[in-house]
């Protein structure tokens, strides 16, 4: 079935099977591969995107059901310029990530957290993570670099 998409401002169309996953649409279609494939049963949260503006993760979603939807990955939270959005920027100064493979979806997460909550406590930041796991830092500087982000707002 044809599939067009607009991820990060531009639209992307691919023939895609019925059951291709929103996850691979943006990985082997749109060639955008921050966006991590970790366990297809959304227990992990790597995969996690901006879907018309709400986080989902993207290894449960059919491309097919965002067909005409907007889709915002890591690659697009940057300005224009290249610079960075306060969550990345946050990560960077916070020591936020070690392997980095988590670090795709667990940035998207905050994205939509601050949008929904401009600031929030340390407990709400750890709620909010609760479907995003990270196996490397223990969660400390992601929190810290949470709240750092949302002191920008």
């Known amino acids: 079935m044809k599939v067009t998409i607009t991820v990060n401002g531009q639209e992307v169309g691919a023939d895609v099977e019925d059951r291709a996953l929103l996850v691979h649409f943006l990985r082997d279609s749109a060639g955008l591969t921050a966006t991590k494939i970790g366990c297809d049963t959304t227990s992990c949260g790597a995969c996690t995107v901006l879907l018309d503006g709400e986080s989902?993760?993207?290894?449960?979603v059919l491309a097919?059901?965002?067909?005409?939807?907007?889709?915002?990955t890591l690659e697009g939270l940057?300005?224009?310029?290249?610079t960075m959005h306060p969550v990345q920027r946050a990560f960077h100064a916070e020591h936020g990530l070690q392997c980095g493979f988590c670090t795709p979806g667990m940035v998207m997460a905050l994205v939509s957290l601050l949008r929904e909550n401009r600031h929030p406590t340390e407990d709400?930041?750890?709620?909010?993570?609760?479907?995003?796991?990270?196996?490397?830092?223990?969660?400390?500087?992601?929190?810290?670099?949470a709240l750092s982000a949302a002191a920008e707002n």
């Open 56 to 60: 989902v993760k993207s290894c449960t």
């Open 124 to 145: 709400e930041v750890r709620a909010g993570l609760e479907g995003n796991l990270c196996r490397c830092t223990g969660y400390h500087n992601i929190v810290r670099a």
């Open 78 to 82: 940057a300005g224009a310029d290249g």
């Open 64 to 72: 097919a059901q965002a067909d005409g939807a907007e889709v915002t």
